[in-house]
């Protein structure tokens, strides 16, 4: 079963660019959760976990059945990725300004091993002002964040754009229509999945809003 976790990933196209947000803290029966959210189609998983430490995510990601790794974005301890096939890593505001012009080189050591790298902002403009290129761009908050009351959203606009942006920050299967016709790629959320009564539900109606609004 070793050998499992040893192969590096193949990248697959995807046409569902949902994006769920591991909860900071663990939740009961959290990774049960987490497959039955895998069989309704998720296929961006950002593994978050402030304070977990390097052994807490080698156990967390252990406990996901390796067929669904390769939808897991780790945001942490990015060297795990060499012993566990996960899909990517991404990189947090914090961490792409320390790296500042070691960024391009960090970045081509994951991709140049067929990962992909994803990374995070707050403001638009220093997205827009970003050179190195990143599979997808996490931008918020779009929209009042439902993890973080009193987190107002900022509505931005990014159809001028032409980089694939992700929206977070607010995104329910109601605000998932007028996310994308701010110009975004894609939507991520937290608390709009694990606040609600049934979060796999939460998630299919997402995942239906978006494709709904996103059918040519």
């Given at each position: 079963?070793?050998?499992?976790?040893?192969?590096?990933?193949?990248?697959?196209?995807?046409d569902r660019m949902v994006i769920l947000i591991s909860p900071e803290k663990n939740l009961t029966s959290e990774i049960g959760m987490l497959h039955?959210?895998?069989?309704?189609?998720?296929?961006?998983?950002?593994?978050?976990?402030?304070?977990?430490?390097?052994?807490?995510?080698?156990?967390?990601?252990?406990?996901?059945?390796?067929?669904?790794?390769?939808?897991?974005?780790?945001?942490?301890?990015?060297?795990?990725?060499?012993?566990?096939?996960?899909?990517?890593?991404?990189?947090?505001?914090?961490?792409?300004?320390?790296?500042?012009?070691?960024?391009?080189?960090?970045?081509?050591?994951?991709?140049?091993?067929?990962?992909?790298?994803?990374?995070?902002?707050?403001?638009?403009?220093?997205?827009?002002?970003?050179?190195?290129?990143?599979?997808?761009?996490?931008?918020?908050?779009?929209?009042?964040?439902?993890?973080?009351?009193?987190?107002?959203?900022?509505?931005?606009?990014?159809?001028?754009?032409?980089k694939p942006i992700v929206g977070m920050g607010g995104i329910t299967a109601k605000t998932t229509p007028a996310a994308l016709a701010l110009g975004f790629t894609g939507v991520g959320t937290l608390g709009?999945?694990?606040?609600?009564?049934?979060?796999?539900?939460?998630?299919?109606?997402?995942?239906?809003?978006?494709?709904?609004?996103?059918?040519?």
């Amino acid at each position: 079963m070793s050998s499992l976790y040893i192969d590096i990933p193949i990248i697959q196209k995807v046409d569902r660019m949902v994006i769920l947000i591991s909860p900071e803290k663990n939740l009961t029966s959290e990774i049960g959760m987490l497959h039955d959210l895998f069989d309704a189609g998720l296929q961006f998983y950002h593994l978050r976990k402030p304070d977990f430490n390097e052994k807490q995510y080698h156990d967390y990601l252990r406990q996901i059945a390796p067929e669904h790794l390769k939808h897991v974005m780790i945001h942490s301890h990015h060297h795990i990725s060499e012993k566990i096939p996960v899909k990517g890593i991404h990189l947090e505001e914090r961490v792409w300004r320390e790296k500042e012009h070691g960024l391009s080189s960090y970045v081509d050591q994951f991709r140049n091993k067929g990962f992909n790298v994803s990374s995070s902002y707050h403001e638009l403009h220093d997205l827009e002002r970003q050179v190195v290129a990143f599979d997808y761009y996490m931008l918020s908050p779009v929209f009042g964040a439902i993890s973080k009351p009193g987190y107002k959203g900022r509505g931005f606009d990014v159809s001028h754009s032409t980089k694939p942006i992700v929206g977070m920050g607010g995104i329910t299967a109601k605000t998932t229509p007028a996310a994308l016709a701010l110009g975004f790629t894609g939507v991520g959320t937290l608390g709009g999945i694990w606040n609600a009564v049934d979060p796999v539900k939460a998630f299919t109606e997402i995942q239906e809003a978006y494709l709904k609004n996103t059918a040519s």
